[in-house]
């Protein structure tokens, strides 16, 4: 699992996490609980940002995905 962390686009801090969406595990939890990763609840939606600021609560997206109506 990557604890890469990436630069924030509204504070420029490197503080930014990947956010991890689904039942996390117990190694996940420890990770998120150290800021190394950001939990994202097990519903996963194409609107939900890849990324969280633990600096300041920012989350974005890291590309935009082709959403298909109908
Ligand atoms: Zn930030």
Not at 23 to 42: H, T, V
């Amino acid at each position: 699992m990557s604890t890469q962390k990436y630069r924030c686009p509204a504070c420029k801090q490197k503080t930014g996490v990947q956010i991890l969406y689904g039942m996390p595990s117990q190694e996940a939890f420890e990770m998120a609980k150290r800021n190394e990763i950001a939990l994202g609840g097990c519903c996963i939606d194409l609107e939900d940002p890849e990324r969280k600021c633990t600096s300041c609560g920012h989350e974005w997206r890291i590309k935009r995905r082709e959403v298909k109506f109908g």
